[in-house]
């Protein structure tokens, strides 16, 4: 306890850090280039930074990244708002109506085990290479994080919490309000990173099997002619993509979840 | 009895009998109290002790209407009770805020509850938050309180709906003594400028004799029952730290302990058993 409190006072400040974590990157650019330009490995295969930063700087540039991007956001944005909406009805019924989670519970287990990708051509086929295969495929898998933590959050509500609010004259939409949906809620809030996070894989996997706009369809189009440079290109592109939506995500949970000990909170390696 | 009002008491029990089933719903159920009876009249404040496990808070879990006896009666103002008691506020023993509501939104929530406008509630918390002195943490979250304060919180949650009975359940045992004996003293004076029936559970019997007008005393549990009745003619206003030693306290705590103690160390061979 105490080498542990004092560890972590030795550590350097703030600024210093950033300045390390950045070296990191900056030292593993380098690390590329010498390797790439020494031939140690194939430029071919492993392509260079600089040729990567600059194909990414050209595609903001000429503009012709935007299209795709807003493509991309758009099947993330309607994947995670289905889903979370679907997921909070639905978990919020099985945790009230102890007789439907009793029956669904092996399907639902079932559905879950299943690796959500296999159903990707089915989607295709059924909606077609439009984005709404790919909304369906993210919804599928944003569904299940937010339906568990929902039920989660509604089964394990305090029993003093709601016999005090009882006891203050709540009535059952009263319970709903003010006890239930923000209990619930802070568990989909705690679950938001890996929801976003989710759609987004499912925006991506949609469109690199089958499509004619987004990131996914870039790479996917770069990995066919062997351009390299191109798919680490639209990787970064991605990255950068997720680290802005995550901040927005991160924003957003600590406007509405401000009620909760700081502690309770799980960041993400920021800079 | 003395009590010789016309109007029916507050709070009337008669052969109240509580049994749990089992967990497993297989095995023997459990009866944690029988055959319990007292009444309490408008504005008395009443103590009830006994040992741990005696079933104190299944009495007050009855009264409130969380909880169903098996068998008797509980009667609020003469009507027997059914469903939740609108008459009774609950100060429990666990933190009961709502954790996502700033201190005064909790406050103003069971004005809310009750069809007055947010804005309004809120406006009418703010007194109450000022009157258990906590007048500028009205935007604070629970988890930003102490201990103590998110007592004092619970006890304007409480009270600002006007119960004409209120239930405490051991609601200062997790506070320090010398908090603890500041909120009874806070609580008492409370009390006294608008006398409400209190039942007031305890483990403590020292509290019980401060706060009270009569103590009543469980046997250990299982199927606890009413084994003594004591009247506390202490003068008030009390100041719970200085009443203690006063001769006539000590000679009441003696008495009742006398009795008290073979109960907690019948309690603690059960305990000892299971």
């Given at each position: 306890m105490a080498s542990a409190s004092t560890a972590r006072k030795r550590l350097p400040s703030r600024p210093v850090i950033l300045a390390m974590q950045v070296g990191v990157l900056i030292g593993f650019f380098l690390l590329w280039h010498v390797l790439t330009a020494t031939n140690i490995l194939s430029p071919f295969f492993f392509g260079t930074p600089l040729a990567v930063l600059e194909r990414t700087f050209k595609d903001f540039a000429s503009g012709a990244i935007y299209y795709h991007l807003g493509i991309t956001l758009l099947e993330t944005v309607l994947a995670f708002g289905i889903g979370t909406v679907a997921g909070i009805l639905f978990g919020f019924w099985f945790a009230r109506v102890p007789l439907v989670s009793a029956v669904f519970d092996p399907y639902i287990k079932a559905v879950n085990a299943l690796?959500?990708?296999?159903l990707a051509p089915i989607f295709a086929l059924w909606l077609g290479l439009g984005i709404w295969s790919k909304v369906a495929l993210g919804v599928t898998l944003v569904f299940f994080i937010v339906f568990f933590n929902v039920y989660q959050g509604v089964k394990e509500v305090s029993p003093v919490v709601l016999a005090n609010a009882r006891m203050l004259g709540a009535n059952s939409r009263d319970l709903l309000r003010h006890v239930y949906l923000p209990s619930a809620l802070a568990w989909v809030f705690s679950s938001l990173h890996t929801a976003v996070g989710f759609a987004m894989v499912g925006a991506v996997v949609g469109e690199y099997l089958?499509?004619?706009?987004?990131l996914g369809y870039r790479i996917h189009q770069a990995e066919g002619v062997f351009d390299t440079v191109g798919v680490f290109s639209g990787m970064l592109v991605l990255t950068i993509f997720v680290i802005i939506i995550d901040a927005a995500v991160t924003f957003i949970e600590k406007r509405l979840l401000h009620?909760?000990?700081?502690?309770a909170h799980t960041t993400n390696a920021q800079g | 009895m003395p009590e010789s009002s016309t109007a029916s008491p507050a709070l009337a029990l008669d052969g109240v009998t509580i049994t749990f089933p089992s967990p497993d719903g297989r095995g023997r159920s459990y009866t944690a109290v029988q055959d319990v009876a007292f009444t309490v009249a408008a504005g008395e404040f009443v103590s009830i002790v006994g040992p741990t496990g005696s079933g104190k808070s299944t009495i007050l879990n009855a009264i409130a209407g969380l909880l169903e006896p098996s068998g008797g009666d509980v009667r609020v103002f003469g009507e027997s009770l059914g469903?939740?008691?609108?008459?009774a506020g609950y100060m429990f023993q666990a933190d009961a805020l709502m954790p996502w509501k700033s201190a005064l939104d909790n406050v103003a929530a069971g004005l809310e509850f009750r069809g007055v406008s947010r804005g309004e509630a809120r406006q009418r918390a703010q007194p109450w938050l000022e009157r258990v002195g906590?007048?500028?943490?009205?935007?604070?979250?629970p988890h930003q309180l102490s201990g103590g304060m998110r007592k004092r919180v619970a006890l304007a949650q409480t009270l600002i709906v006007d119960p004409k009975i209120i239930l405490m359940d051991e609601?200062?045992?997790?506070?320090d003594i010398q908090t603890r004996q500041l909120m009874e003293n806070e609580l008492l004076d409370l009390w006294s400028a608008d006398r409400k029936s209190v039942v007031f559970i305890t483990h403590d019997l020292e509290e019980a004799i401060a706060m009270s007008d009569r103590v009543l005393v469980l046997s250990a549990g299982p199927a606890a029952r009413l084994i003594g009745e004591y009247r506390v003619d202490l003068e008030r206003p009390r100041d719970v730290a200085e009443i203690r030693m006063t001769p006539h306290f000590l000679d009441l705590h003696r008495e009742i302990w006398a009795q008290l103690r073979d109960e907690v160390l019948k309690g603690y061979a059960q305990t000892k058993l299971q």
């Open positions: 690796p959500r990708v296999v089958g499509s004619a706009a987004g009620w909760r000990p700081q502690e | 469903g939740i008691n609108r008459h906590l007048g500028r943490f009205g935007d604070r979250f609601p200062f045992s997790a506070l």
